[in-house]
T-cell receptor, first 114, second 114 residues
Framework: DSGVTQTPKHLITATGQRVTLRCSPR?????VYWYQQSLDQGLQFLIQ???????AKGNILERFSAQQFPDLHSELNLSSLELGDSALYFC?????????????FGSGTRLTVV | AQSVTQLDSQVPVFEEAPVELRCNYS??????LFWYVQYPNQGLQLLLK??????LVKGINGFEAEFNKSQTSFHLRKPSVHISDTAEYFC????????????FGKGTKLTVNP
């Protein structure tokens, strides 16, 4: 157990639908990072939050949004889902000033869009 | 911006043989370098990292990597692999002094055969 909790582990939904993925960081970590892992694109950085504020944005589609709440858990919202959104979505966290030591990753949410 | 190239998408080896997984990176600034391992149906686990100092870094499970600045490489090695080392290995880079974003390579699937 890495200490980063992601729910649900698996999600199957239809095209056009909206889903919410949840991440609870390790205790003491203020930064949350979201990554998408697909066979063709590999691991792509989506977005980073630090203590409730957006800090960095990557290749995140406009249909996707995220937020970090006061208790530091984060949610990634995916809407108007397409078949190509099927992927593993990872959350990771790091403590202040320690990102360069490497993040701690959760076990991921596997999203299947049918 | 940074980029990572993992030269081999798949590497099959026999048990107890040595292995080298190759990684080259590109960056306009100094970098931190990482290797992560992903076992089937699991998240990413940090194997080792290079921050500064000695160019040879040792990690968990008997793995080591050597940073070569002139060749912009960070190859991962193990002198004798086990069946349990079968997994996907990802090289990653983070630029120093800027974004905390980790940029990953496409991964190398290591298969250890008996």
């Amino acid at each position: 157990d890495s200490g980063v909790t992601q729910t649900p582990k698996h999600l199957i939904t239809a095209t056009g639908q909206r889903v919410t993925l949840r991440c609870s960081p390790r205790s003491g970590d203020l930064s949350v990072y979201w990554y998408q892992q697909s066979l063709d694109q590999g691991l792509q950085f989506l977005i980073q939050y630090y203590n409730g504020e957006e800090r960095a944005k990557g290749n995140i589609l406009e249909r996707f949004s995220a937020q970090q709440f006061p208790d530091l858990h984060s949610e990634l919202n995916l809407s108007s889902l397409e078949l190509g959104d099927s992927a593993l979505y990872f959350c990771a966290s790091s403590a202040p000033g320690t990102a360069f030591y490497g993040y701690t990753f959760g076990s991921g949410t596997r999203l299947t869009v049918v | 911006a940074q980029s990572v190239t993992q030269l081999d998408s798949q590497v099959p080896v026999f048990e107890e043989a040595p292995v080298e997984l190759r990684c080259n990176y590109s960056s306009s600034v100094s970098v931190y370098l990482f290797w992560y391992v992903q076992y089937p149906n699991q998240g990413l686990q940090l194997l080792l990292k290079y921050l500064s100092g000695s160019t040879l870094v040792k990690g968990i499970n008997g793995f080591e990597a050597e940073f070569n600045k002139s060749q912009t490489s960070f190859h991962l090695r193990k002198p004798s692999v086990h069946i349990s080392d079968t997994a996907e290995y990802f090289c990653a880079v983070m630029g120093q002094g800027g974004s905390e974003k980790l940029v990953f390579g496409k991964g190398t699937k290591l298969t250890v055969n008996p």
